[in-house]
């Protein structure tokens, strides 16, 4: 069984909200370069207007996401975690589809609860709550980590 990451990043919100973004830029750009195609190829004034729109809707997305992302930080070596430097990546890091690796950040911090960074390597959760957050033993007291609810051994 794979040990779990004990690393816990404060901004799990901003990292969620700014993994949603980045992975929203790939369809609103497709989006807006195939309306706008389809509208100039075919003279088509509404698609040309629907293109526009997703134009738009990119460049807001885009502020939001520079503007969030560049403030998140990782918090075992202080890069930013979804804006890529020039600098040396770890081995592990990984790019997401061949193409760029804070889309694979991205990624992992939005479908699986953990990024892994791309400059030192390290697994981060991003998860709101522990995984026995709320849960209870037949007491009523909180289970801690480790721990396993033995009450119902005891009742048999």
Known sequence: MKQRSKLYHPDSVKIQVCSFLSLLRIPLGLWAVF????????????????GLVGIGMLVLVLVVYFFIGAGIRCIVCTNPVF???????????RRFMGISYPMEVAK???????YRCMYCGERVRTEDEDELAGQ????G????????????????
Do not use: H
């Open 35 to 50: 309306s706008l195609g389809i509208g100039f190829l075919f003279s088509n004034p509404f698609f040309v207007r629907f």
């Open 83 to 93: 804006m890529s430097k020039r600098c040396t990546k770890n081995r592990e890091a």
């Open 108 to 114: 992992d911090a939005l479908l699986s609860g953990y």
């Open 136 to 139: 209870v033993d037949a007491e």
């Open 141 to 156: 007291n909180p289970l801690e980590e480790g721990s396993e609810d033995q009450s119902n051994i005891s009742s048999w």
